[in-house]
């Protein structure tokens, strides 16, 4: 139990330092562009999808929604031209 809950600790770390970073690199350019509602609600899953990781089948299935929820907002932000 211990093990998990130190990996969990380390992989939510980890993305928020890839976060941190992608910020500031962002941040950096002047071409920022908002997070869509959509993008929210995906990275709000995959965040879940973590930290419920316990439960295989509720964690790998809010990973999934919340890939799918990316791939959707990406597709739809492409055919828009944003």
């Known amino acids: 139990m211990f093990n998990i809950q130190i990996y ?7 993305l928020v330092a ?3 970073l992608f910020i500031y690199f962002r941040v950096s350019r002047k071409e920022s562009k908002p997070l869509t509602p959509l ?3 995906a990275i709000g899953c995959v965040v ?3 930290i419920f990781g316990e439960e295989r089948w509720l964690g790998y299935g ?17 055919k828009e031209g944003r």
């Not at 969990?8 to 980890?14: G, K, P, Q």
């Not at 890939?67 to 739809?76: C, E, G, M, S, Y």
Request: glycine letters at 16%; charged letters at 5%.
């Open 62 to 78: 809010l990973m999934g929604i919340g890939v799918t929820l990316a791939v959707v907002d990406t597709i739809i932000n492409l």
């Open 39 to 41: 993008m929210g609600l």
């Open 48 to 50: 879940s999808g973590i």
């Open 8 to 14: 969990n600790a380390l992989v939510i770390l980890t």
């Open 18 to 20: 890839l976060a941190g």
